[in-house]
């Protein structure tokens, strides 16, 4: 069976970190993009960051820029999201999603766009609050 698993959401303060993971079972993620969404109570689901296959490309909203890093450990088939300086905005539900990569002259890139991600965890909360 094809899944994601969000680990590593919870409750922290401002100013705070958490990483969350996304460990695939049942197929490997080295080939695929793997992207990092989000979505809040009323608002759409937006794309925090993504990564290539191969770490070629990564992307990251801007008001994450500088606070968030997404990495793969290929051996571990996992992905992160290291989230540091949290901020109360930044409270959602994050998912993880797999999905194919772009080519642009012979390069991947990471898809920004929920739509063309195939495989999709359920999600872990994270909330930022005093």
């Known amino acids: 069976q094809l899944q994601l698993v969000e680990s590593g959401g919870g409750l922290v303060q401002p100013g705070g970190s958490l990483r969350l993971s996304c460990a695939a079972s049942?197929?490997?993620?080295?080939?695929?993009?793997i992207g990092w969404f989000r979505q809040a109570p009323g608002k759409e689901r937006e794309a925090v960051s993504c990564?290539?296959?191969?770490?070629?490309?990564?992307y990251y909203v801007d008001s994450v820029k500088g606070r968030f890093t997404i990495s793969r450990d290929n051996d571990k088939n996992t992905v992160y999201l290291q989230m540091n300086s949290l901020k109360p905005e930044d409270t959602a539900v994050y998912y993880c999603?797999?999905?194919?990569?772009?080519?642009?002259?012979?390069?991947?890139?990471?898809?920004?766009?929920?739509?063309?991600?195939?495989?999709w965890g359920q999600g872990t909360q994270v909330t930022v609050s005093s």
């Open positions: 999603a797999a999905g194919p990569n772009t080519y642009y002259k012979g390069l991947p890139y990471c898809n920004t766009e929920p739509g063309p991600y195939n495989y």
């Open positions: 049942g197929f490997t993620l080295d080939y695929y993009a």
């Open positions: 990564i290539s296959r191969s770490d070629s490309r990564t």
